[in-house]
């Protein structure tokens, strides 16, 4: 039986040396930049030679992964379906704003276990987490399709701060001055509220952005919403964020999924306020997007426009994000659509439970 080869993508340029026997140090390097080039065999790498390049290729492969479905949206969004070395997948997404600004929403782990009643992945389970190299590679997948990437965050399936070990790998691969230097500042990682991860990620870095999905400041309906409130509570969770800002002298994101009639009104409104009362944050509001069989509705405009103008009367500094990536699946709280629907995934809410 042949030895499976060594997928290089996650590796830094001391790991590429030493994983594949070089006796130069510059090689490493040398095939470190080609991988943040975007290159896929050593056949590309012509500053090495015929030689070494059929010698490394009997070793390595750039990555374990390939991409099984390409999606496009009519409004720019690619999605991506890459199928990993052990046959399981994950979803990987690229958003265009207004300004042509290129975002990767990449995945941390397959499937999810936060199981929040609003989201599709939620709903598939967790399999794994991602290797640091998996991670990687969503993002050069996507810069394959869309060219050169602004931002990246991580938004996709899972969460990240229950796989943060691989995420802070795949982070200073990207980082690294000597590949693809991709910048600190435009790197965001998004979590459903994990408090001891908050407190990890401001003391031990890396030194990235946090959003936070908040949803709603009312504990009991957030602890419906999202089971991980039930031991992350809003208390708690208000503090870890005020140390994150004050640690790192970054302003945090408040991430809220509005949902028809649940958590669009004034009380809601006001809770939020409360819980954003002297923390340095930013508040994006997203209008939830439909995923068929759970129990919640799309909010009207006005309900939306009512939402954004009590918080903004109050002091706070709200967006609305425009939703992009529907027609695929692709949105914020449906990735998992495709996959679901390829293994016939009937895993749903009763209709009944937030009536």
Known sequence: MSQEKIALAGLLPEEIVQTLGLSQAFRGKQIFQWIGKG???????????????????????????????????????????ITLKDSLAVETVL?????????????????????????????????????????????????????????????GMGEPMMNLQNVRKAVSVLTSK????????????????????????????????????LTTADAEFREKLMPIARTNPLGEL???????????GKR????????????????????????????????????????????FEEPTPAECRNFVRILEDAGLNVTLRTRRGREIGGACGQLGKTLSESQGNGNRLLNDEFD
């Open 252 to 295: 945090v994101t408040l991430e809220a999924a509005l949902l028809h009639g649940k958590n669009t009104g004034e009380d809601s409104a006001r809770n939020m306020i409360h819980f954003a009362k002297g923390l340095d944050v930013h508040i994006n509001l997203i209008p939830w997007n439909p995923v068929e069989g759970l129990p």
């Open 39 to 81: 290159a896929e065999s050593f056949d590309e790498m012509t500053n090495l030679s015929v030689q070494l390049r059929s010698e490394l290729s009997k070793k390595a492969v750039m990555r374990s992964s390939s991409v099984t479905k390409v999606l496009r949206d009519s409004d720019g969004t690619i999605k991506l379906q």
């Open 95 to 155: 958003l265009t704003d207004k300004e042509g600004r290129k975002t990767a929403c990449v995945s941390c782990q397959v499937g999810c276990a936060m199981n929040c009643a609003f989201c599709q992945t939620g709903h598939l389970g967790l399999a794994r987490n991602l290797d640091a190299g998996e991670i990687v590679e969503q993002f050069l997948y996507l810069e394959k399709h869309a060219g050169p990437l602004d931002n990246i965050v991580f938004m």
């Open 178 to 213: 000597e590949g693809r230097a991709l910048s600190g500042r435009r790197i965001t990682l998004s979590t459903s509220g994990v408090i001891k991860g908050i407190y990890d990620l401001a003391d031990n870095g890396p030194a990235i952005r946090l959003a936070v999905s």
């Open 238 to 248: 208000q503090k870890a964020i005020s140390y994150f800002s004050e640690k790192s």
